[in-house]
């Protein structure tokens, strides 16, 4: 869940993957004891008197002193139903509402969209028990689902919103019972939690006041006659779309703006926008990510940043000519660079430039990683827009500011010039 700690004076550092963002969420909802997250670190007996938690952009989130965890800033969210703050409660706030209402909840939890069976299940155990609470917990995890030929996953837009609509149903056929849907932060695996999982999962359910939890079963691999046999609508709905297999014609889209400026976020969501339509074939580059993975031999010179906007093109254009999409956020501050990217993928896609403009200030005010307060002080060398210029481009396709237009709307206008574009080719 995290990659090795590095000592840094007496403060250890530990960077988290996915599966650590998932525990250290949990965590701090309340919802997972500290001890589990620093078994998982290999930190229990840590002789480093300061444990700091990074997400994979280095970005701190949370020191750990003793028993003791100390948030530094929320947890970066990305866009969709998935990331609803509303349904990713915290422990104390759902155990204050279930005992308002007098206590006694059963919790149904699923990773797929839930069968009318399940749903009719928990409904048996909400009135054989006299529960007051119904609470429907959607385990989601930040791993995109894997898909392959065989078996198409829902993800997790399309897992929550199969619960919102099993709980709208529920609310106003038990009147008398309060449906809760929730998302639960989860690392999981294709095929849904083991049987040491679902215990794992029941005892987290019952810090929010479930007395018994129903685990829904995988409806990713019901045959179609099952599907029309054996789920709602709602739940239909989500499993058809990532079977429909709109994958859209290859493309290689590429955003260039400031550390801060938005990029990633927007082209995160971008992909999972796509994929959340039924598109199999996207591939989201992350500038930082990429870094690591083939340009690590670089510095930060001219010549370097170039070298490393050539290789994600690269590999943009080799997805691209294998018939995916690809997406790639790197900062690509040079005219050059940028340029020699629009030649190498031009053969093998058409090729989209979002320029996000978001201001130097605000992107700096947004500084997750306290890298401009660093470049200020000459501590961070080389560093674009403070030590080192980024080159705004003439020639973006689209340019968004970042500040002004909310991401759900930047991706709007992302897909709609895809598509007039690959409609042209």
Same mark, same amino acid.
């Given at each position: ?149 065989? $078996?198409? #996953? =829902?993800?997790?837009?399309?897992? %929550? @919103?199969?619960? !919102?609509?099993?709980? &709208?149903? +529920? *609310? ?66 989500? $499993?058809? #779309? =990532?079977?429909?297999?709109?994958? %859209? @014609?290859?493309? !290689?889209?590429?955003? &260039?703006? +400031? *550390? ?166």
């Amino acid at each position: 869940m995290g990659s090795d700690p590095a000592d840094l004076g007496a403060t250890r550092v530990a960077t988290l993957d996915a599966d650590g963002l998932d525990l250290l969420e949990l965590v701090l909802l309340g919802a997972a004891p500290l001890t589990t997250l620093l078994r998982t670190l290999n930190a229990e007996e840590s002789i480093s008197p300061l444990i700091q938690l990074n997400d994979g952009e280095n970005t701190p989130l949370a020191h750990i002193s003793g028993d003791t965890i100390f948030p530094l800033q929320p947890l970066a969210r990305g866009v969709g139903p998935q990331w609803n703050a509303e349904l990713r409660r915290s422990v104390h706030d759902v155990q204050r509402e279930v005992a308002a209402l007098g206590g006694g909840a059963i919790a149904l939890a699923v990773h797929t969209p839930p069968s009318t069976s399940e749903i009719e299940r928990a409904v048996e155990a909400v009135r054989a028990t006299g529960a007051n609470v119904l609470l429907i917990a959607a385990l989601i995890s930040r791993t995109a689902p894997v898909n392959d030929s065989a $078996v198409r #996953r =829902v993800g997790g837009a399309g897992v %929550v @919103r199969s619960v !919102v609509a099993a709980a &709208t149903d +529920l *609310s106003s056929r038990l009147s008398d019972v309060r449906v809760i849907p929730l998302i639960i932060p989860w690392p999981l695996k294709p095929g849904g939690p083991s049987a040491d999982e679902e215990e794992v999962a029941s005892q987290i359910l019952k810090q929010y006041g479930a007395g018994t939890t129903i685990f829904g079963g995988d409806q990713n691999m019901l045959s179609e006659t099952e599907l029309a046999e054996l789920l709602p609508p709602a739940s239909r709905a989500e $499993v058809e #779309r =990532v079977r429909s297999d709109r994958s %859209v @014609r290859p493309a !290689v889209v590429l955003f &260039t703006g +400031l *550390s801060g400026s938005g990029k990633s976020t927007i082209a995160r969501a971008v992909a999972e926008r796509l994929q959340d339509d039924g598109a199999a074939n996207v591939v989201l580059l992350d500038g930082d990510e990429m870094r690591r993975r083939i340009s690590q031999d670089l510095g930060f010179d001219r010549a370097s940043r170039n070298k490393n906007v050539e290789r994600i093109a690269e590999a943009a254009a080799l997805i691209a000519s294998q018939g995916g999409v690809a997406i790639a956020a790197p900062i690509a501050p040079f005219t050059e660079g940028r340029a020699r990217a629009r030649e190498i993928t031009a053969a093998a896609a058409p090729y989209l430039l979002v320029y996000i403009s978001t201001p130097l200030e605000v992107c700096e005010s947004r500084d997750r990683k306290g890298l401009y307060a660093k470049a200020r002080t000459g501590e961070v060398k080389e560093f674009t827009g403070i030590s080192s210029p980024y080159e705004a481009p003439t020639d973006a396709d689209l340019v968004i500011d970042a500040s002004v237009v909310p991401v759900e709307r930047a991706v709007d206008q992302v897909l709609e010039l895809l598509g007039r574009r690959i409609a042209r080719t």
